[in-house]
């Protein structure tokens, strides 16, 4: 009779946010970067996606359901990420004929963020990773991370970075095959567990332009971009890399906020031009540089996605400093932990640009550097298949 | 005995805005630029500075008054316009001993603008122009606008290319002397006598900074900057003068409106960053991008110096399109020429846009391509050296 057991397995993914920007694709099917890009993983505690994958002979068809509702799959960047997992699991069946033939079962995956997708926070990164992580978990794949990055990447190009913890460096490779470009570990968490950030939260209207298609339009149309991607990031890459490696923040602070500039720079080089700053982001540009003025050093970093958001790293050391100047200003929106209120900054951001940034951020969100995916007990599907009650 | 008359001469001197941009200088005290630039004249009409300048043994020392303000001429710029005057009158002198000596009297120049200074509209450039031509109009100088360029050149930058009218080229050079750094005509504003100018001045608060150290900043930081004067001004040159010497708008508009973009680009990756554009001149953008695809050609091109103000042309023949669709968002400002409310236009401007450009524009200026400085008989010092009474 027919195996009609469900095999489950779950895990967590974090979001990543770069401090040297992926911003242009050399192989738009594969995801294939036109320059290499580093990240800071956040914490799991305030940013994370928990999927949970699941395949019985019961399910009919693939299916995937994101924050409750039924998503398509039909895209090729999903059906990448099947196929490439299946396949894996399928080696890993023919060398051992004992083990059941999950790779041709129906798929059934759920996953879920705990943080609101209005935050307009690239979530794609930490979902591609999640369900990359709990199906190669589901499948019990040798694969190490930087060879799941592989399958992750062709998801959504940074998620190849939410595989790892810490600071994660995304190898731009140079085979048209895409199999050298990869993440790969630069440093654990714990190797700089100091390292914290601020995320500012700010009201838009919709997105300028979606990443994808602006990427396409910079690396198209930007006379300025070929500088950025054969000169500006290759040394920004290495700057970061020592700047990370000795833990010197001031070096990984000029950095992020130089590569911040330059990704955003060729954005407005773009014809038409692409706008993700606003006002409120310029103002918080600002602030960062009052507080940094003020403090007589460089206490914090500015650094800008495809977004209006300001995520602003900084030293556990500095918090007062740096999150105390800002709670000064934005108090009143929601997202503080508890203790901030207490924290007092000898910096003050100065009068008209925290007008701005009161009139422009929504909420905020205090987090820090943090670990990879992890696998958990905690299922979004039940033994018998179905969603889970929560 | 002395002689006490008062030798007088007036000149008119018009705005230029640059359709490729001046941003950089390789020599700081000389004002030599690392790129050339080109501009359109506007008409003074609209926008012009009135300059007399007058010498005379009963004046007691050089002064300089600029819209009813006495102001300091010690600045190493005026400096420099006054002793190179100066020094070609005596050549002239020195030729002609039947001549009076005009170099060795103090100098008076009395100088007003017919628009608000708080336009924030580059009157340096008129300023300096008309200082120069007024004095070498008192002093008879057989020198050409280009030689006289070249003095204007060391007051103010782009104050070289208002001593021509229409479209007018500031030639970089390439000696350390600058003697090949001066402007020179492109087409006179007669070839191409359709061009329109239609200025939305923007509420700001006070410059983000100031263009001379901006610049300077600029050249040090920007790590795009390099392409920018080596690859893309030159392209950018050789297209806006075939598009001037072709009068092919279409061509004329996006090579503008790519080199504003790509001049703000450097700015926007300049460290720590230079912003000039707010939210209102990106809406203005955006309106402009909209009226093209309605019109469904290219019939508006924006540009923006150093500052929030958008200046967008557009041809006599498209007046109605555009005119038309910015007065219906912005018809409660002031400055609008009298039949402006009778344009129709086919192109409706989107909501969103509308609205911040309703919040952020303060008044509009029409206006449109126009000759160079005018030798006039309206003087601002009477005939026994005192301040006219206007």
Same mark, same amino acid.
């Given at each position: 009779m027919a195996d009609t057991k469900v095999y489950r397995a779950s895990t967590t993914a974090p979001v990543n946010i770069a401090v040297v920007k992926y911003w242009g694709k050399r192989d738009a099917k594969l995801n294939l970067p036109t320059n290499s890009s580093l990240s800071v993983t956040l914490s799991q505690d305030d940013l994370r996606t928990l999927t949970t994958a699941a395949c019985s002979a019961t399910f009919d068809g693939d299916s995937l359901t994101l924050n409750g509702e039924l998503s398509d799959i039909s895209g090729a960047r999903t059906q990448a990420c099947f196929r490439e997992l299946r396949a894996r699991r399928a080696a890993v069946e023919a060398a051992n004929p004992a083990l059941p033939k999950l790779s041709t079962l129906p798929l059934k995956i759920v996953s879920e963020n705990n943080f609101p997708t209005a935050a307009g926070l690239a979530s794609s990164a930490a979902g591609f990773a999640a369900l990359v992580r709990a199906i190669a978990n589901l499948y019990e794949l040798p694969e190490s991370p930087s060879d799941l990055s592989l399958i992750a990447r062709q998801g959504s190009g940074s998620a190849c970075r939410s595989l790892f913890g810490g600071y994660v460096a995304w190898r731009m490779g140079s085979q048209d095959d895409g199999l050298d470009s990869k993440a790969e570990l630069v440093a654990e968490a714990s190797h700089w567990p100091q390292m914290r950030a601020l995320i500012l939260v700010v009201n838009a209207a919709k997105k300028d332009v979606p990443s994808t298609s602006g990427m396409q339009q910079t690396v198209a149309t930007s006379g300025l971009f070929q500088q950025r991607i054969t000169q500006v990031v290759p040394a920004n890459m290495t700057l970061m890399e020592e700047a990370v490696r000795d833990k010197d923040f001031a070096k990984f602070a000029e950095v992020t906020m130089r590569d911040s500039n330059s990704f955003h720079a060729c954005c407005a080089d773009t014809y038409p031009p692409i706008f993700y700053m606003n006002d409120a982001s310029r103002a918080a540009i600002r602030a960062v540089e009052a507080i940094n003025t003020q403090a007589g050093k460089t206490v914090a970093a500015y650094t800008y996605d495809a977004g209006p958001n300001s995520v602003i790293y900084f030293l556990e050391e500095d918090a007062a400093t740096v999150v105390g100047a800002f709670h000064e200003v &934005? +108090?009143?929106? +929601? $997202?503080w932990k508890d203790g901030a209120a207490t924290l007092k900054s000898s910096a003050k951001i100065p009068e008209q640009t925290a007008a701005i940034l009161k009139d422009g951020v929504s909420r905020v969100i205090q987090t820090g550097v943090g670990s990879g995916p992890v696998k958990t007990d %905690?299922? &979004?599907?039940? %033994?018998? $298949?179905q969603p889970a009650k929560r």
């Open positions: &934005l +108090g009143a929106v +929601g $997202g %905690e299922f &979004l599907i039940t %033994e018998d $298949g």
